[in-house]
Structures are given as structure tokens and as C-alpha cells.
């Protein structure tokens, strides 16, 4: 078992046992395949069994753990039948959350996913590059592009589809792929600005298989 940060008094203890747990998953500091130990756990965390518990409990419908019959709970793997599946309906979504957003977004909207891009970009190579300040950035212009749409539904299912590829980006994203995501990213920002849901929805659908065919040339399962 890693090291993890023992849990800070501020919000709920549960609340913060499922960040701290489900950020552990994401970067792969908690490895596909490993169990949990729910009692080691709360001694790291510093926490009692019952938040670790709540935590694990939504963990488990997010997929990002599972049951196994006879030996416990652990992370799930990465597959590719699984990355095809997330991608799948991440493509539907996104391309319903990019129509919204064309239709629907301010001019403040459009500065808003301008800073994001550049903030990616730095991320990429400016002189605080960092992999994981690039993947958060990634995060968030996808999230921007679903909040335009003030559809909550939308937000809320493509922020757990999009958290949960981020476990695949983690292990697959290099160097190389930063600037043809950089790239993709500025030409579905052009699209919305303009307005144009067709050619959003196409250079969306481009996107997601980029991903999805990175993603799948670098996992075994």
C-alpha cells in the first residue's frame, strides 16, 4: 500500500476520503489490480472505518473499484474493452454537450476556454511543464464545454466518464501526444466561437478517437 496524506479536519470526513482515494486511483498511485486493505487505509488516512467505507461504496459505482468474489475489493484494471465503452458514450455526450455549447456560449465563456488552453499550454511547455497540471487543464476544458450547457445531467455524467479516462491518460498519455491534444483543443474552441455545431461535433468525434486509439495501443488487456 502507498503512503497517502492523512485526511485534513475541513469538510466532510467522507467527502475528503473519496477525493484523496479516487485522486489516488486516477494518477495510478493506487495500481490496477491492487486490494484494498480497508483498515490500512484508515490508518493512513487517520480516519475510521465507516468514511472508508462510504468512499469505497462510490467508488465501486463509478467503476473505478470492484468486487471479487473471495478476495475482497480492488482497482480495477485497465482494459480495452473498457476504454472502448467509456468512449462510446463519452462521444455522445460530448458531441450533445458541444452542439449546447455552441448554441449557448458568452463571450466570457469563450475567454474562459481561451485561459484554459493557454494554462494546458504552459503545462506543456512552459517552464512549470508538468504532466499532471497538463491533465487537470484537460479536465477542464471538457467540463467548461459541458457547464455552457447548464445542463446538469451532462455535467455530472461527463465528469465521470472524463475522470474516469483520466486513469487511462495517466497511463498513456507521453510527451509526443501533448501538442496534437494542444492542437484538437484549439480547433473545437474555433468551432464554438463560430458558432458552427456541425463542424464541432466532427472535430469533437476526432478528438475522442484520437484518444481512444492511443489509449488502446498502450494497454495490454
Do not use: W
Amino acid at each position: 500500500m502507498i503512503n497517502l496524506p492523512r485526511i485534513s479536519t475541513k469538510g466532510t470526513l467522507s467527502e475528503k476520503t473519496y477525493d484523496t482515494l479516487k485522486n489516488a486511483i486516477i494518477g495510478l498511485d493506487l495500481k490496477p489490480g491492487e486490494l484494498i486493505n480497508e483498515e490500512e487505509l484508515a490508518e493512513q488516512l487517520g480516519v475510521s472505518r465507516t468514511p472508508i467505507r462510504t468512499a469505497l461504496n462510490s467508488l465501486l459505482h463509478e467503476e473505478l473499484i470492484e468486487l471479487v468474489p473471495g478476495k475482497g475489493t480492488r482497482i480495477t484494471y485497465l482494459s480495452k474493452k473498457q476504454i472502448n465503452d467509456l468512449l462510446t458514450v463519452r462521444e455522445v455526450l460530448e458531441c450533445l454537450s458541444i452542439q449546447l455549447a455552441s448554441e449557448m456560449r458568452t463571450e466570457d465563456d469563450l475567454e474562459k476556454i481561451e485561459y484554459i488552453i493557454a494554462q494546458q499550454e504552459d503545462a506543456y511547455k512552459g517552464i512549470h511543464k508538468n504532466h499532471q497540471t497538463f491533465l487537470n487543464y484537460d479536465y477542464e476544458f471538457h467540463m467548461k464545454i459541458a457547464e455552457i450547457t447548464k445542463n446538469r445531467y451532462i455535467e455530472k455524467q461527463l465528469s465521470q466518464l472524463v475522470n474516469n479516462c483520466r486513469r487511462y491518460l495517466n497511463a498513456t498519455t507521453m510527451d509526443d501526444s501533448y501538442i496534437k491534444v494542444l492542437n484538437e483543443h484549439k480547433d473545437i474552441f474555433i468551432q464554438i466561437k463560430n458558432q458552427d455545431k456541425v463542424n464541432s461535433q466532427i472535430c469533437i468525434k476526432n478528438h475522442i478517437n484520437s484518444i481512444k486509439l492511443r489509449m488502446i495501443e498502450c494497454i495490454n488487456n
